[in-house]
């Protein structure tokens, strides 16, 4: 049976069945043809404990791919065979025998305090050639630093999601198709507020909360890739959108948001996901030494 067919029923069953985003989809599909290409087969009987481990050994000795890569390649493959034995295609999942590398532990890379205001203050006084654009895009920002939106959600975001007068932020089906909602600071309200005005003022009507300038359709990924390298070459600040969402965690964190809530807002499975940002809170940590009983004591 040709291995792409098989990957095409694989991801039709997985989109529409179990639930998965596209970028999920697409990750699939990805890691399934660049097997094929790389083992140079096309059917799924050519499958074998060798090729699988020959992919998974070149890609980190040659390609350089990180602990991150060969997890996502590891995940993307096991699920996808899994799927082939219950559907009677294969008898093994050659996977199963592919040692993992020890996950890697770093800290969640984010802004200061300092480069966070800046950042705000560059995205609002650039010389935009219209007003539109300073409010949405100061606004878009400022959702990033103040709220923890992953870029998705942010582009997937429609106007009734947006709450100013009772102060949240509903985020439908986010990552895990789950719905969460967001509480939102005054700050936040008011920069929401003036981009709401001028969305107005310009007769926007689509159902996407962040919309493009030229049309009334929402804000595309490349539209937001273009803002996020405007704003980094006129600052000099070097950040990802992920990266503001590490931020706001961390200043959550620093600010005395407990851990519970905080995983919420996140949109979490797995509060362990977000003790990480503990360990990245230097000042958090900081305040915690402060509560040791002997702290008075004089030596």
Not at 15 to 41: D, E, N, P
Not at 119 to 126: F, G, R, S
Not at 142 to 166: M, P, S, Y
Not at 178 to 206: F, H, M, N, W
Request: with cysteine; proline share 3%; charged share 25%.
């Amino acid at each position: 049976m040709d291995i792409q067919i098989l990957c095409q029923k694989f991801c039709d069953y997985s989109l529409s069945i179990r639930g998965y985003s596209k970028h999920t989809i697409s990750r699939y599909k990805y890691a399934v043809s660049c097997y094929c290409k790389f083992s140079q087969i096309s059917d799924i009987n050519q499958v074998t404990d060798e090729n699988v481990r020959n992919l998974f050994y070149l890609g980190r000795t040659e390609r350089n791919w990180s602990v991150n890569t060969f997890f996502v390649y590891h995940k993307s493959l096991l699920v996808f065979f899994r799927w082939c034995i219950k559907q009677g295609y294969m008898e093994k999942n050659p996977i199963l025998d592919i040692e993992k590398p020890k996950m890697e532990k770093r800290l969640p890379p984010k802004l200061t305090k300092q480069d966070t205001l800046r950042l705000l203050e560059i995205a609002y006084h650039y010389p935009y050639g219209y007003k539109f654009l300073r409010y949405r895009n100061h606004a878009i920002f400022a959702t990033f630093i103040f709220a923890g939106l992953r870029k998705q959600e942010l582009l997937n975001l429609k106007f009734g999601d947006v709450d100013l007068e009772n102060l949240s932020i509903f985020v439908r089906q986010g990552k895990g198709s789950k719905d969460r909602i967001i509480p939102i600071s005054y700050t936040l309200a008011q920069s929401l507020k003036k981009y709401v005005e001028e969305r107005k003022r310009l007769g926007k009507t689509c159902p996407e909360f962040f919309v493009s300038l030229n049309r009334n359709l929402g804000f595309t990924d490349t539209g937001l890739k273009h803002l996020v390298n405007q704003i980094r070459e006129s600052s000099g600040i070097i950040f990802t959108v992920h990266k503001l969402r590490h931020t706001f965690a961390t200043l959550m964190l620093e600010g005395g948001c407990d851990i519970y809530s905080l995983s919420k807002m996140m949109g979490h499975s797995d509060i362990k996901t977000t003790t990480i940002y503990l360990a990245a809170s230097a000042e958090h940590l900081r305040s915690q030494m402060t509560k040791h009983p002997l702290n008075d004591l004089v030596l």
